[in-house]
């Protein structure tokens, strides 16, 4: 396995649902993903179907230690109603948003602005 302190971009597959019950559990692995030399944190959620306030403060703290590392956080996301739900809160307007993990891996490869999600 390669050493994530060398590596543009570290991949954190989320589950299906995210909510009060594993939010830190998701909130360890998302801190665990900042290492030196890493530009780029994907947390994966093409599974995730649900995310409650409990998962979307979750991604609010993981993006405030992404930023206090100097580290970019990208989320994919696939699912229509956690879309939504993140869109509500205007989490669109904090992180970018991919629909697919190879969009995402793209943009950290690049340094740039997101592309609009419609």
Request: contains cysteine.
């Amino acid at each position: 396995m390669a050493d994530p302190r060398y590596l543009p971009a570290v991949v954190i597959a989320l589950p299906s649902e995210i909510d009060m019950a594993n939010a830190s559990q998701v909130g360890q692995q998302l801190s665990s993903a900042h290492a030196t030399g890493v530009r780029a944190v994907i947390a994966d959620m093409s599974a995730t179907t649900f995310c409650d306030s409990s998962g979307i403060s979750v991604l609010v703290q993981a993006h405030k230690q992404a930023a206090a590392n100097g580290t970019q956080l990208r989320l994919v996301v696939r699912s229509t109603p956690v879309l939504r739900a993140l869109t509500l809160v205007r989490m669109d307007q904090l992180l970018p948003i991919y629909p697919s993990l190879s969009q995402a891996l793209a943009a950290a490869a690049e340094p740039g602005p997101p592309p609009r999600r419609e």
